[in-house]
T-cell receptor, first 111, second 115 residues
């Protein structure tokens, strides 16, 4: 079983629609990162959240870290085809470089 | 600056063979992590090296090993390959020092197919 559960596993929407991806766990994380991976490439970091309740915005992307630091969400407003990719959340349980990744949410935005 | 470079990008092996994958981190990054990515399991942590020492290890059998050189370049080796080892192997480097992970910069990966 995955330590971090992401939902949904797959999301297909039309350009201009909004979407939310969830990342949940029963464990408390010292920090949580969101990555996006495109075909044939490695994941690229979008954001790191550290404080419970923290909200960060990156253009049309809004990231929230749960108050208890066990869950996080990614909301995309007015999605564009360029937002297509595999979105991965990764939590740091302890130090020393051991990030735990969720299985990912595949997002497809069609024109 | 140059990103994380992994070689080879693609390779095909048969069961029982061994394979060595290479990773050159971003200049100045001393931490190198390895991940296995499969459609069913997602990204699974293999191990992390910092200043030539294995600092953390995931739950993989002993057939999976790695090392890091003094210039921070890293290699991972898989011996006695099994069909289930077919995967994308990702290397990531980080500026992280003691007690932190930091941002991971991933390479494009080495796609291994075991026949």
């Amino acid at each position: 079983t995955q330590l971090l559960e992401q939902s949904p596993q797959f999301l297909s929407i039309q350009e201009g629609e909004n979407l939310t991806v969830y990342c949940n766990s029963s464990s408390v994380f010292s920090s949580l990162q969101w990555y996006r991976q495109e075909p044939g490439e490695g994941p690229v970091l979008l954001v790191t959240v550290v404080t419970g309740g923290e909200v960060k915005k990156l253009k049309r992307l809004t990231f929230q870290f749960g108050d208890a630091r066990k869950d996080s969400s990614l909301h995309i407003t007015a999605a564009q085809p360029g937002d297509t990719g595999l979105y991965l959340c990764a939590g740091e349980l302890d130090s020393w470089g051991k990030l735990q990744f969720g299985a990912g949410t595949q997002v497809v935005v069609t024109p | 600056k140059a990103g994380v470079t992994q070689t080879p990008r693609y390779l095909i092996k048969t069961r029982g063979q061994q394979v060595t994958l290479s990773c050159s981190p971003i200049s100045g990054h001393r931490s190198v992590s390895w991940y296995q990515q499969t459609p069913g399991q997602g990204l699974q942590f293999l191990f992390e090296y910092f200043s030539e020492t294995q600092r953390n290890k995931g739950n993989f059998p002993g057939r999976f090993s790695g090392r890091q050189f003094s210039n921070s370049r890293s290699e991972m080796n898989v011996s006695t390959l099994e069909l289930g080892d077919s995967a994308l192997y990702l290397c990531a480097s980080s500026r992280a020092g003691t007690g932190m992970t930091g941002e991971l910069f991933f390479g494009e990966g080495s796609r291994l197919t075991v026949l």
